[in-house]
């Protein structure tokens, strides 16, 4: 009998299934599709006590009891059709864990669905990758408390050692919580990706700069406090080469989403906070995959590549308050949930899961914890002196990237956000007294 079971061995799967049989733990292992069983045992050796299964009757027979079972397969009718199918299988207080990338709402709905049918549910965001899963993944839980206790010494075994040498796993209430903070993670990685891939824009559009200059500075970047995992694998691609010159030349700059940006900016809407620089992250790739649209308008507007000059001391600078103020959108989008949900999200604890282990990991999320209030980033005086001192730098690119006709999403909106929440009056006075004439709104008096 196996100690644990996985559904869905694509490639995160598998690497879940190695990690786990390299710690001793058996695993039983099904997939509907032959071709992902077919040679596992014989491409990974450590696979070699896993139970390997296309019979979804066989796979649960084959799990002790209580069951707990790890879905790994993509969100939508692939998950519906896999919780419909254990529902059907499984015995009371058996445990059912959704590892994908799931909308938190979808995740409460199943939460009661698979409690109505006396069966335990774990909601579960993982992040690493298909390296980082394998190696020690961060895993954001929300579920039954029950259930967790049951699993918690196994997610020990395969995760790794976080900033507060803690393991890089974290309970975060006992409903959707998971998915939630997990949303959060891929907002937060939306923006840095966008962050990281516009400087390269800036540099590679001025005549002075090529990809091995870029390279140099990320390199730079790296050995100091702007160092990140998404910052080291975008040195890596940028000088990778194939036989007809570098990889980037020859990628099409569509770039699609998976949804979860998409869904962190819709429970800002409901919330009523801002999360500017995710919406500008998002709305670069839609405007990447609109072709057409820019076709035509490339055809109007002369498009000269121009020689300018970059203040390399500036654009760190930029960088650095551009990732401030988003992790700054992120803290109060988690507490804006926690007053209106009932929930008790740690932020710091969220950080710490981050701090190893995830796509986002970075030395910027251990100076988060140790020099800031992150759980009261408001009431934090060091968080707005330091964002004061780096404007300077963010402005400077700015102006560079207006004179040259250079847009760089996110940064303007880095900027726009800290100067309107850091006003005393905003241009909205306007607005309300213009709500008022049209529609006879209310005027709320000071």
Partial sequence: MSDFGIIGIGRIGTSMARNMSSKGIIVSLYDKSHNSLDNLKNDYPELD????????????????????????VPSGPALDEVISLLIQHLDFNDILIDGGNTNPNVSFE??????????????????GGVKGVLEGPSIMIGGDTNAFDQVKNIFSQITSKTINGSKSFEFFGDSNQGHFVKMIHNGIEYVEMQLISSIYYLMINSKKYM????AKIFKKWNDIDLNSYLLEISLLKLTEKTDNGYLLDRIDDKADDNGTGRWMLKHAIDLGCSV????????????SGNNITRSKANKMIKDDKKEYDIDFE??????????????????????????SY????????????????SIIKSKLINKLLSDYSVDDILDDKNIFNNLNELKPGLIDILNTSLINDISLPCFNEALNYFNQISSSSLSTKLIQAQRNYFGSHEIKIN
């Fill in 49 to 72: 006590s896993s139970l390997v299964f296309d019979d979804i009757n066989k796979f649960i027979s084959s799990i002790s009891k209580p069951r707990k079972v790890l879905i790994l």
């Fill in 110 to 127: 199943n939460h009661q669905t698979i409690k109505s049918k006396n069966l335990l549910y774990l909601g579960m965001g993982v992040s």
């Fill in 342 to 357: 009932g929930w008790n999200i740690s932020i710091s604890n969220a950080l710490n899961v981050w701090s190893n282990g």
């Fill in 314 to 339: 500036s654009l760190a600078n930029a960088y650095r308050f551009c990732r401030l103020i988003n992790y700054f959108q992120a803290f109060l989008l988690i507490d804006s949930a926690n007053k």
């Fill in 276 to 287: 500017s620089m995710l919406n500008s992250a998002i709305d670069s790739r839609f405007i």
């Fill in 211 to 214: 990809y091995e200059d870029v």
